[in-house]
């Protein structure tokens, strides 16, 4: 008796989204308790600087230079473009500001405006040109929030690949088969959320208003995941009723079974009828057929397992069609015999392993569909 071969269980895909979580939220406790606590003090630093005195370097405190613009200039580097004001100060040197956008200051001086720039650590923070100001890209003031974003929006992603890994190790080889929408569905739910987070992080100016948005945010995000996951576990029925087919019937499906005629049992097609169920790599059916025997007990029917053979899930039309596909788990004797098909050829299997009756009529007794939704 050759016992059924297993399906080994595949661990690299949870190790890699088990690595995916670490690198995430790793990243994610950098940014958010290192960089994060970091740019923020620098703006707190900031806030508070006193003026500098007479000729005092602009390293703690604030140092205001005066001078005349000489020229604005606009220069796209990659994705990001900058935009350089540059100005000439009362003693002859040359500065150069990034500003923080095309708008304000940049947009209306012209060459030979007086404008005053705030020096602080070494760098311009903002331009003011006759009481309008404008920050520049090394301002402190927000510079948390890029970093925040960043580390939030990790950390959910974190999150939802370590639910996912977990589930993932949570499930036994005996559990059902992980269809795909089991795990692009919450990683979906868990991007679109770190979007959330994100954006959130970005556009408000305190972290506990970012973090109430991003709750805000998730619900509907939630709800929506839980909508279509309950879809997708729902069973197109019960049961599955045996049918006797009035004739033969070929349809895809595959065999397995730990019995001494195990290994004869090659398909990828079976045949179906009155009193016959039977194994072929014909496609047309008609050859080289090996009918099981008449000995074999129907156990039930069930969605199709991690560690069932790949003869029996392969070979019954793969997995695109995992979803419509089960397996119908029969005995004879001592020996385990299993047989996966599309769910819409489940009752020509079930009608052709039962006992017919007079008449050609067989016994109508649902079989129930075990397995769903796991």
Not at 142 to 156: E, I, M, N, T
Not at 162 to 173: D, E, L, N
Not at 307 to 329: M, N
Not at 347 to 354: D, N
């Amino acid at each position: 008796m050759t016992p059924i071969r297993r399906r080994r269980r595949r661990r690299h895909p949870v190790r890699s989204t088990a690595a995916a979580a670490l690198l995430c939220v790793l990243a994610a406790l950098f940014l958010l308790f290192v960089t994060v606590p970091d740019k923020r003090a620098d703006s707190r630093a900031f806030a508070t600087a006193p003026a500098c005195v007479g000729d005092e370097p602009a390293l703690e405190c604030r140092k205001v230079v005066e001078g005349a613009v000489k020229h604005t200039e606009t220069a796209p580097q990659g994705k990001t473009t900058h935009y350089w004001l540059t100005f000439t100060g009362r003693d002859g040197s040359t500065h150069h500001a990034d500003m923080n956008g095309p708008l304000s200051v940049f947009a209306k001086v012209k060459p030979g405006d007086k404008v005053r720039a705030t020096y602080w650590r070494g760098k311009i923070r903002f331009v003011d040109f006759r009481g309008t100001v404008q920050l520049t890209a090394d301002q402190p003031k927000d510079a948390y929030r890029l970093p925040f974003a960043c580390g939030l929006g990790l950390l959910v992603l974190g999150a939802t690949f370590a639910g996912i890994a977990y589930w993932m190790v949570r499930h036994s080889p005996r559990a059902p088969e992980r269809y795909t929408w089991q795990t692009t569905v919450p990683a979906c739910a868990g991007i679109l959320i770190a979007v959330v987070a994100f954006v959130a992080a970005l556009v408000t100016d305190t972290v506990p208003t970012a973090l109430t948005l991003t709750g805000a945010g998730a619900v509907p995000v939630v709800l929506g995941a839980s909508w279509r996951v309950r879809v997708r576990r729902r069973p197109a029925g019960t049961g599955l009723a045996p049918v006797v087919p009035g004739k033969e019937k070929r349809f895809e499906g595959g065999v397995a079974a730990d019995t001494p005629y195990g290994a004869e049992l090659i398909g990828p097609y079976l045949v179906a009828g009155p009193g016959l169920l039977a194994v072929t790599p014909d496609p047309a059916g008609r050859t080289l057929r090996r009918a099981l025997p008449r000995t074999l007990v129907v156990e039930g029917v069930r969605v199709p397992h991690r560690s069932d053979p790949a003869r029996v899930t392969a070979e019954a039309g793969g997995r695109r069609k995992a979803l419509r596909q089960v397996v119908v788990v029969c005995r004879d004797g001592d020996g385990e015999v299993l047989i996966g098909v599309q769910r819409k050829h489940a009752p020509w299997v079930l009608g052709a392993l039962q006992e017919p009756e007079p008449g050609g009529a067989g016994a109508q007794e649902p079989v129930p569909l075990s397995g769903y939704g796991s």
